[in-house]
């Protein structure tokens, strides 16, 4: 491969490397995002799990506040609890795959740096 | 001077690494304590909001009933109402969801937040203390270095000068 066709291919993978880059800072904006969500609902839980049947709960749907069944709110919010922690699990997967592509594209492009900067030295010596 | 970056996972002799290096070492742990100082921040005002609402419930009283009061209707319009009902107190715990307490369960969950936003805070101001440390320790490290690199500068200037005097005499 001639140093002009390696230089090419040299800029193509660090666009990739960049772009990978990106989603990874942006499934970890959207894993802190929803660390903040299971947390609320953690605490919603907790203080459902303290009232007992005489103590009325409300949701806010829209403007209105509608009356809730207690049991019923109690396993919406276990539900959701149990949602979030599956997507938390999926983006840190997702996170881990994107930094070992990402750790497998910086020795691919160290590696073709390499190479180029031989390639010129030798055409230097010429 | 030999100091540890710290007993984690990763441990860095600060000493080892150079100017640069150690100017964005102290950039991160700069933006670190921004980070923390603006947390800090935000959980006093929960803590003062959640203290205001606690001592309202103080005040509403079973002699309150029937009491006259202003009601705010929009930020600029208020009517005059009475006090329904002293006793029954809807408190919003988040996610839209709202939960009807009495006097004394209401007292108890604001107390409760207080503990919660209190142990946070005082869990954030250790972390934020320790940063703070670090980074004393990664500025005299660079102001070391710093004048390190003047001496070495000077030496050479000064046997540079030297030599010019050989070579003219």
């Known amino acids: ?126 | 001077m030999a100091a540890n970056k710290g007993a984690g996972p990763q441990v860095i002799d600060i000493s080892k690494l150079n100017l640069e290096q150690l100017t964005t070492l102290k950039n991160q742990l700069d933006q670190e304590l921004q980070f923390f100082s603006e947390s800090l921040q935000q959980l006093k005002i929960a803590q003062l909001k959640f203290n205001e609402s606690g001592e309202c419930v103080e005040k509403l009283t079973p002699e309150t009933k029937g009491k006259e009061i202003l009601v705010p209707l929009t930020s600029c319009m208020y009517v005059p109402g009475t006090v329904a009902n002293s006793e029954k107190l809807l408190i919003e715990v988040g996610t839209g969801y709202y939960i009807e307490r009495d006097v004394p369960g209401a007292k108890d969950y604001f107390s409760r937040k207080i503990k919660f936003v209190t142990e946070q805070m005082e869990k954030i101001q250790k972390i934020a203390s320790e940063k703070s440390k670090l980074r004393e320790v990664v500025m005299d490290m660079m102001e070391m270095k710093l004048d390190q690199q003047l001496a070495v500068i000077q030496q050479q200037q000064a046997v540079a000068g030297k030599m010019g005097e050989g070579m003219v005499a």
């Open chain 1, 1 to 126: 491969m001639g140093p002009g066709a390696l230089q090419k291919k040299l800029e193509e993978e660090v666009e990739a490397y960049k772009k990978i880059q990106k989603d990874i800072s942006k499934t970890s904006g959207l894993r802190t995002q929803l660390d903040v969500q299971l947390n609320e609902n953690k605490v919603v839980k907790e203080e459902l799990d303290l009232i007992n049947e005489e103590n009325v709960v409300y949701k806010l749907i829209g403007p209105a506040l509608i009356r809730q069944d207690l049991e019923e709110a109690r396993q919406n919010v276990s539900k959701r609890v149990d949602y979030i922690q599956q997507e938390i699990k999926r983006h840190g997967n997702t996170i881990e795959k994107l930094e070992k592509e990402a750790e497998a594209k910086r020795e691919n492009i160290a590696k073709h740096q390499q190479q180029l900067q031989q390639m010129m030295m030798k055409q230097a010596a010429k």
